[in-house]
């Protein structure tokens, strides 16, 4: 049996009463928060007819919304703010809509799929019409579906670096998130660069708080492990790369990360034995490489740590999904000089004392070599999970003991010697 096809007519209209039955001064809390966040997430690009808006053209919508009733509001101006209000209620992916036109049907076709797709998920009823009585009453639904879907699965995107785009997958968090066997040849290299035996079975927390300890008695650190495991992942035989960054807060102001300066992270870049930048066509040797790379990193979060602040310093960046990524050079100039290209992020949460941190640590991996049988593939995230689990066990077991990663790799090196 089809269908009903969902209900489109009058969507405009019930969306701009909506904006008018709205009180003044809790309309303009709104959308003033819509200009900012527009503004701290990954690059947007949608279509309004012949016209392509980008974040700051976004932003620059909505402050004339703020100046306007909703009455007078254009239909692009009235479709865009109430795309952002579903944006906040339903907690989706925005730039899931990017090179899309901006229309109420879009919208509304848009959430539609999405609920149908979680509720069968979930084995829920399918939301026979997403869209009555109105687009936000299909938003809220969809933030219930989600909420349910993240109880069991790991969000995850696919980017697409040449055009902007980002569509949504799910990993079971039983699987993304399962303790793995430790792979052989692990304990070996974490011996043969600190000096300590790494005796545990599934690189759980414990295993390696145990680990650090006999690090230390070694008269080795946090930072010559967390260096081993970098060499590792770049090595790994089971999830083959050319580059495997490593970056976790050094160990200051983790009780107030907002402080962060860029010397306050620690990134190091693991790369391939053998690894030669000029055989894939990248002009930059190891170091400059090296330094590009980390001061993205060290920038990343610095910017993400304000999403903490009671008063911001400056407009914060948007948290990650896990994601793998194609043509990641396309636009970016630091990915082009790094020879970034083909590359699978993984977040990590820190906790210091009896507070978790997002967005102020994470592994990423990188391909060099642009083919279509080379890109990253979902099941290579539940490889790289692991990495996740490993740098954050050796650095929560680092700030339990008030110790930090060693400076060298907070700023700018002339060397890459250990």
Same mark, same amino acid.
């Given at each position: ?94 730039? +899931? ?21 979680? @509720? ?47 569509? +949504? ?36 927390? +414990? ?89 993205? =990193? ?13 008063? =911001? ?14 043509? +990641? ?13 083909? @590359? ?24 060099? @070599? ?10 290579? =995230? ?37």
């Amino acid at each position: 049996m089809a269908r009903p096809a969902p209900a489109l007519d009058g969507l405009p209209e019930r969306a701009r009463r909506d904006w008018e039955a709205l009180p003044a001064e809790e309309r303009e809390e709104l959308l003033a928060g819509f200009e900012r966040r527009i503004t701290s997430v990954e690059r947007v690009r949608l279509h309004a007819g012949e016209t392509e808006l980008d974040n700051r053209a976004v932003a620059a919508e909505i402050a004339a919304c703020r100046a306007l009733p909703p009455a007078e509001w254009s239909g692009t101006r009235l479709v865009l703010a109430t795309l952002l209000r579903c944006w906040q209620e339903a907690g989706f992916v925005l730039q +899931e809509l990017n090179q899309s036109l901006l229309s109420f049907a879009s919208l509304s076709l848009f959430l539609l799929r999405k609920s149908r797709g979680y @509720a069968r998920l979930l084995g829920e009823a399918e939301p026979p019409e997403a869209t009555a009585p109105d687009v936000l009453a299909a938003a809220r639904g969809l933030g219930g579906l989600r909420a349910r879907v993240e109880e069991r699965y790991e969000r995850c995107l696919h980017f697409d670096g040449s055009n902007w785009e980002r569509r +949504e997958f799910l990993l079971p968090l039983s699987v993304y998130r399962r303790s793995a066997r430790v792979p052989d040849g692990l304990p070996e290299r974490l011996y043969a660069e600190t000096g300590a035996e790494f005796t545990g079975r599934t690189g759980s927390a +414990e295993e390696w708080d145990v680990f650090l300890e006999r690090v230390l008695e070694a008269g080795s650190s946090p930072t010559r492990a967390l260096q081993a495991v970098a060499h590792w992942a770049a090595d790994a035989e089971d999830l083959p790369v050319d580059l495997a960054v490593f970056t976790v807060p050094v160990g200051r102001k983790l009780d107030e990360p907002w402080t962060m300066e860029f010397t306050d992270l620690f990134c190091y870049t693991g790369f391939r034995t053998g690894f030669r930048p000029e055989e894939f066509g990248i002009a930059n040797g190891r170091l400059l490489m090296y330094n590009v790379i980390a001061q993205r =990193m060290r920038y990343n979060a610095v910017k993400k740590a304000q999403n903490y602040a009671p008063v =911001m310093r400056f407009a914060p960046q948007g948290f990650n999904l896990p994601d793998i990524a194609v043509a +990641e050079d396309a636009f970016h100039g630091g990915h082009a000089a790094a020879g970034i290209r083909l @590359a699978c992020r993984l977040p990590i949460t820190v906790r210091y004392r009896d507070r978790d941190w997002n967005g102020l640590a994470d592994v990423r991996l990188n391909r060099s @070599a642009y083919s279509r049988e080379n890109r990253f593939r979902p099941r290579d =995230m539940v490889l790289g999970h692991r990495y996740t689990q490993w740098a954050k066990g050796l650095a929560d077991a680092a700030y339990r003991r008030g110790l930090s990663f060693d400076d060298k790799w907070t700023d700018k090196v002339k060397d890459l010697d250990l």
